[in-house]
């Protein structure tokens, strides 16, 4: 299964700030860790929320939005995307990610097209 997992992000991240160097090192060695597994697809950091935009959808309207997003409560900062056998496998490599206190991330399941059919399939059919 393939999984995203979302670094959120903080009052350093959403600033520009870069990561102590110590860190930088100890999150390479990690996701060295990560691709010699066979475990690491891909994975970036990202720019701050000033940096962004976003496109709000109205009907046919599209209304462009500059960064920052202040009014956002959770933004993300950085991502892996991960080959994991279960969820249980990447929450165990999770918790050997050089984080300290403050750090939240997620987990999340990526929606395989095999698993959007199989849910179409499941639906009862309409009769008319």
């Known amino acids: 299964m393939r999984v995203m997992v ?3 992000e903080d009052k350093s991240s959403e600033t520009g700030v870069l990561p102590p160097e110590e860190l930088v ?8 860790e990560l691709v010699k597994a066979g475990v ?7 720019y ?8 709000r959808f109205s009907g046919t309207k599209r209304t ?3 960064g920052p997003f202040t009014e956002s409560k959770e933004l993300v900062a950085g991502y892996w995307l991960w080959q994991v056998k279960s ?11 050089p984080f300290d206190g403050g750090v939240e991330v997620e ?5 395989e097209q095999e ?8 639906q009862p059919q309409k009769t008319n």
């Open 6 to 8: 979302f670094v959120k």
């Open 25 to 32: 090192n100890k999150m390479d060695k990690y996701n060295e």
């Open 40 to 46: 690491m697809l891909a994975a970036d950091g990202l």
């Open 48 to 55: 701050p929320s000033s940096m962004g935009k976003r496109v």
């Open 64 to 66: 462009v939005i500059d």
């Open 87 to 97: 969820m249980d496998e990447a929450v165990e490599w999770l918790k050997r990610a």
């Open 107 to 111: 987990i999340r399941p990526i929606f």
């Open 115 to 122: 698993d959007f059919l199989r849910q179409i399939q499941s």
